[in-house]
């Protein structure tokens, strides 16, 4: 039996780094492996991690054990060993939630589409009803600006997930420190990834995840949503404007930051002027982490109002390439893209 030592916090970067360590074990010997030296946990790294392990004793023809892990109550209650079937601990969304925090909790996206045909709703309502249900959750209130940022956060990348991934599930976890006014909110999912979302689009290159992240953070891009693409229905609020990762990740960089992963590229980015670093990752589907500052001097109206009007002028400059609906939900409520890429483009269609 080979024994893999578990790292001592499950932050964001140790996180990452033992994934890829999981994705590398022989699935024809016994694993064993070790929390003995693990003692803080983060909402993201407790969701990777145990994404990671469900597949490995998926992957594995035999059996995978679990040690010195009784000492993680936290873990356990917030539901991160059940969710890879082991005994210890509560199961993913068992624990009841409030006193700032959200347990690591799975949402069926097939329960989603149910629940909006059935209730003659559209799926971005029930979205939005849980997302606002995950805020109050984490807030303990269900009114003034932190929730309704957190609700608005939250509900743009699950729709993404409803939309685009064609994942089966979404994995959501997280934390909320009001003495420091920070929120952290996980969501991953095990689906299609970027780069297959987005290829659809003929105007944009997504051959690699780098470049697919890339892409999908700028405002107007779409794997749906383009120049010459099928007309949807454009008088529902919730039709698709490739807004959504930008208005979240622009949320997140007035005083957090917004990481991504998708494939094998990870992208972190900072509050304005420190940029975007990347990291090599292994991931099935996408992973997003918001951190929130929940005392941002600009109102969330005002600051989606100042991005919705950044994306306006874009739409005038690029008419050509992007399709950009005013009434789209993501708008409702820069330094954060390329635009050498969208000359680049746009040089191109006028050269046809």
Not at 211 to 218: E, F, P, S, T
């Amino acid at each position: 039996m080979k024994t893999t030592k578990a790292p001592n916090a499950l932050s964001l970067r140790s996180s990452l780094e033992f994934c890829k360590i999981l994705q590398s074990l022989d699935v024809e010997i016994e694993h064993a492996i070790d929390f003995a030296a693990t003692g803080s946990v983060e909402p993201c790294g407790m969701l990777m991690v145990s994404s990671e392990l469900q597949r490995l004793q998926t992957r594995c023809n035999l059996k995978v054990e679990f040690e010195n892990y009784r000492h993680m109550t936290y873990a356990g209650h917030m539901g991160f060993f059940k969710a890879f079937r082991h005994e210890y601990g509560k199961w993913p969304g068992e624990a009841n939630g409030g006193n700032n925090y959200i347990p690591l909790t799975i949402l069926d996206t097939g329960q989603i589409r149910k629940e909006a045909l059935e209730t003659l709703r559209e799926e971005g309502d029930v979205v939005e009803e849980r997302s606002e249900q995950l805020a109050s959750t984490l807030i303990g209130d269900d009114t003034g600006e932190v929730f309704e940022t957190l609700a608005y956060s939250i509900r743009e990348i699950i729709r993404n997930v409803v939309e685009h991934s064609e994942a089966s599930q979404i994995g959501l976890c997280g934390l909320y420190w009001p003495s420091k006014g920070r929120a952290e909110i996980a969501i991953i999912d095990r689906g299609r990834g970027l780069s297959a979302a987005l290829a659809p689009n003929p105007h944009i290159d997504v051959s690699t995840d780098k470049q697919a992240i890339n892409w999908a953070l700028m405002p107007a891009i779409s794997g749906v949503a383009f120049e010459g693409a099928k007309k949807r229905n454009r008088d529902s609020p919730w039709v698709n404007s490739g807004f959504g990762l930008y208005m979240t990740n622009r949320i997140c960089r007035n005083g957090g930051n917004f990481f991504i992963s998708s494939g094998d590229t990870g992208m972190l980015l900072t509050a304005s002027g420190e940029g975007k670093r990347y990291f090599s990752t292994s991931h099935e589907g996408t992973v997003v982490r918001m951190i929130i500052d929940t005392n941002q001097r600009d109102s969330l109206q005002k600051s989606l109002e100042r991005y919705r009007n950044e994306g306006y002028e874009i739409q005038h400059k690029y008419k050509e390439v992007v399709r950009i609906d005013p009434s789209a939900a993501s708008l409702m409520l820069s330094k954060d893209f390329d635009v050498t890429l969208w000359d680049k483009l746009l040089s191109k269609l006028k050269g046809r």
